[in-house]
């Protein structure tokens, strides 16, 4: 392994992810995601993050906004969010930077 603190998703034997996967985190965001009904577009906002090696979250970045208030909202649930499953590599917990996209849809 290289000696350096986060490595990229390429990088990783195992990338980091959502306990229970894919359809939990949608779950989530929609549980969790406070966002104004008149706020009349749909569309995503793309958190550049660190999961480190506890599955924690530190550096997040907007890659894609939306708006301010997107933006905001996005960060917010994603502190909400718990711990990931971090990434691996050869079965030794890593800091790993992803993206982490937030969908705001309308119903």
């Known amino acids: 392994m290289k000696n350096h603190s986060v490595y990229s998703k390429n990088e990783v034997d195992v990338e980091p992810d959502f ?3 894919v359809e939990a985190m949608k779950s989530f ?9 008149e706020f009349g577009n749909s569309g995503y ?3 550049s993050v660190v999961v480190d090696k506890d599955g924690g979250f530190s550096d997040a970045k907007v ?3 939306l708006c301010n208030f997107c933006d905001q ?3 917010e649930v994603l502190r909400k969010m718990p711990k990931w499953n971090p ?8 800091s790993t930077r992803i993206d982490v996209p ?6």
Not at 29 to 37: C, Q, Y
Not at 87 to 94: A, E, F, R, Y
Not at 102 to 107: A, H, M, Q, S, Y
């Open 45 to 47: 906002v793309i958190l």
């Open 63 to 65: 890659k894609r906004t």
């Open 87 to 94: 990434g691996l590599i050869n079965n030794i917990p890593v």
């Open 19 to 21: 306990p229970g996967g």
């Open 73 to 75: 909202a996005a960060k």
């Open 29 to 37: 965001v929609n549980k969790h995601l406070v966002w104004p009904e």
């Open 102 to 107: 937030i969908r705001f849809e309308l119903n």
